[in-house]
């Protein structure tokens, strides 16, 4: 299976990175291959709805996109939802997420935005038939440091689930035709 993982945090201390940085390597200890994506390192303009989808950061993007089986994403939670770069990410890659298989892996301040995903979520299943994976991680700050330390090892078992249930709805995906 090919995986993208996305780290769609701006911030150079960014625990979301932390958690994708931790689900990379669970990948690849269960012998799967994948590109981690930091969005820091590929700066994208703005969506606009005109020409900012023609950008070459933003076809890189929609290629690594459309090229994995699964995409993960490390999700700042801002205002209750997901950070503007994941959204304009979103904005602008459009029709690369067609059929992809998602998770979320999502770090906030507290425990009560835990629905923060479900915005995006809503898009990537009604606009691009996503299959969201039903294992949300979402570390607040008593669980996952400043530094990107796990201090409750639970977030350690929820980012295994995760990765698991990618593997296995993956798995199955490639067993069904794509056109009945
Ligand atoms: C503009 C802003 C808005 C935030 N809004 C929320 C929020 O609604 N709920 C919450 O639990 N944490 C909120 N936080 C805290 C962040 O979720 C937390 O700092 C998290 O670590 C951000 O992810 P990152 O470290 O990967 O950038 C907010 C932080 C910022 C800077």
Not at 26 to 50: N, S, Y
Not at 92 to 120: K, N
Request: charged share 20%; net charge negative; aromatic share 4%.
């Amino acid at each position: 299976m090919a995986f993208a993982v996305i780290s769609c945090s701006l911030n150079p201390k960014s625990r979301s990175r932390a958690l994708a940085r931790m689900a990379v390597e669970r990948i690849t200890a269960h012998g799967e291959e994948t590109v981690f994506i930091d969005l820091r390192e590929h700066p994208l303009p703005l969506c606009d709805g005109a020409g900012a989808g023609d950008h070459p950061s933003v076809l890189d993007l929609a290629d690594a996109i459309a090229n994995a089986d699964a995409v993960l994403l490390g999700l700042p939670v801002y205002n209750y939802g997901v950070n503007a770069a994941a959204k304009n990410l979103l904005e602008l890659t459009g029709a690369a997420w067609e059929d992809r298989i998602v998770g979320f892996l999502c770090a906030a301040g507290g425990r009560s935005s835990y629905m923060a995903p479900m915005s995006l979520a809503n898009s990537l299943m009604l606009d691009y038939h996503c299959l969201i994976l039903p294992r949300i991680v979402h570390a607040a700050a008593d669980q996952l440091d400043e530094t990107g330390r796990v201090v409750d090892p639970e977030i350690e078992n929820r980012i295994e689930a995760l990765v698991n249930s990618a593997l296995r709805f993956g798995r199955a995906a490639k067993t069904i035709p794509s056109k009945p």
